[in-house]
């Protein structure tokens, strides 16, 4: 009978540092937590927009991933720049 390997501890997010972007896309995210290897084909999406953008971890790091942003929805970009957002416009 063969032996199992030990199940992979699952990954756990604590702290994702970027709080502001651009609407075009590329800002890069800095995700921090334990186990983030594990994950299996992590990727950053905006609701709406079809396409995602992968993650990559630190070399040598389990705890860090570099995870580039893309861009806004049509529709978040419009209620953005729209003056029925309060805060948006300055």
Request: charged content about 15%; proline content about 9%; some cysteine.
């Amino acid at each position: 009978m063969m032996a199992r390997a030990a199940p992979e501890e699952n990954p756990s997010i604590k702290d994702i540092y970027l709080k502001h972007g651009f609407l075009s896309g590329g800002t890069i995210l800095t995700v921090t937590g334990d186990n983030l290897v594990n994950a299996q084909l992590p990727k950053v999406f905006l609701r709406g927009n079809e396409t995602s953008e992968p993650c990559l971890p630190k070399v040598n790091s389990t705890k860090i991933l570099f995870c580039k942003v893309p861009a806004a929805p049509t529709g978040v970009t419009n209620h953005l720049n729209s003056a029925t957002c309060p805060g948006c416009l300055e």
